[in-house]
């Protein structure tokens, strides 16, 4: 069974840009989780989607968006690019968020912002 | 809101040698709680969990881990670790009531290195 794939690998964009990365989970697989890692503030959750709806969002400001399409594929949007958005970004899927349903983890979409 | 300790930043050891992760978590009502490993180069595994039960749970390659609630920890234990488990080791926990599993909240890591 093929695990979680990111695209990009990486991204290079300047700041002001806006930047979309996409997530597609495991086969089944309807949950789908964003995180951001930096070093200095490690592994912060940025939203969770299910069914094509949003059911959970962390502390990040507006420009941080996302999206789950009927597939269960999803997308992340970062518009208005500040120095600060340079981090790896994690997407992980479980099977319904529930209990008993832990996370898998994708590599990641390596952002750099100059 | 939630937050997760991990005391140690960087731990290095020898093959053969026993390993102690620690992990605090600031959370007054019932959790899950899990570690993850993440090894060089590669995507964040599942290493155990605990959801409810014998306290003491089992994982891959040989981890286990103790939920002690009074102490509000979760440490990782290897008995004789290997070069192999060189990785950044993360303690991870979401709340049972109100938020699903897709929300975790994350320690900052350990790294492990492991001398042959």
């Known amino acids: 069974k093929a695990g979680v794939t990111q695209t990009p690998r990486y991204l290079i964009k300047t700041r002001g840009q806006q930047v979309t990365l996409s997530c597609s989970p495991i086969?089944?697989?309807?949950?789908v989780s964003w995180y951001q890692q930096t070093p200095g503030q490690g592994l912060q959750f940025l939203f969770e989607?299910?069914?094509?709806?949003?059911?959970n969002k962390g502390n990040f400001p507006g420009r941080f968006s996302g999206r789950q399409f009927s597939n269960s594929r999803s997308e992340m949007n970062v518009s208005t690019l500040e120095l600060g958005d340079s981090a790896l970004y994690l997407c992980?899927?479980?099977?319904?968020?529930?209990?008993?349903?832990?996370?898998?983890f994708g590599n990641g979409t390596r952002l750099t912002v100059t | 809101a939630q937050s997760v300790s991990q005391h140690n930043h960087h731990v290095i050891l020898s093959e053969a040698a026993s390993l102690e992760l620690g992990c605090n978590y600031s959370?007054?009502?019932?959790?899950?709680l899990f570690w993850y490993v993440q090894y060089p180069g590669q995507h964040l595994q599942l290493l155990l969990k605990?959801?409810?039960?014998?306290?003491l749970v089992k994982g891959i390659k040989g981890f286990e881990a103790e939920f002690i609630k009074s102490k509000f920890s979760f440490n990782l234990r290897k008995p004789s670790v290997q070069w192999s488990d060189t990785a950044e080791y993360f303690c991870?926990?979401?709340?049972?009531?109100?938020?699903?599993?897709?929300?975790?909240?994350f320690g900052r890591g350990t790294q492990l290195t492991v001398w042959p």
């Open positions: 086969s089944g697989h309807r949950s």
């Open positions: 959370y007054g009502g019932t959790v899950n």
């Open positions: 991870a926990v979401n709340a049972r009531r109100g938020s699903t599993l897709g929300r975790l909240y």
């Open positions: 605990y959801f409810s039960g014998d306290p």
């Open positions: 992980a899927s479980s099977l319904d968020g529930g209990v008993g349903s832990p996370l898998h």
């Open positions: 989607y299910f069914s094509e709806t949003q059911r």
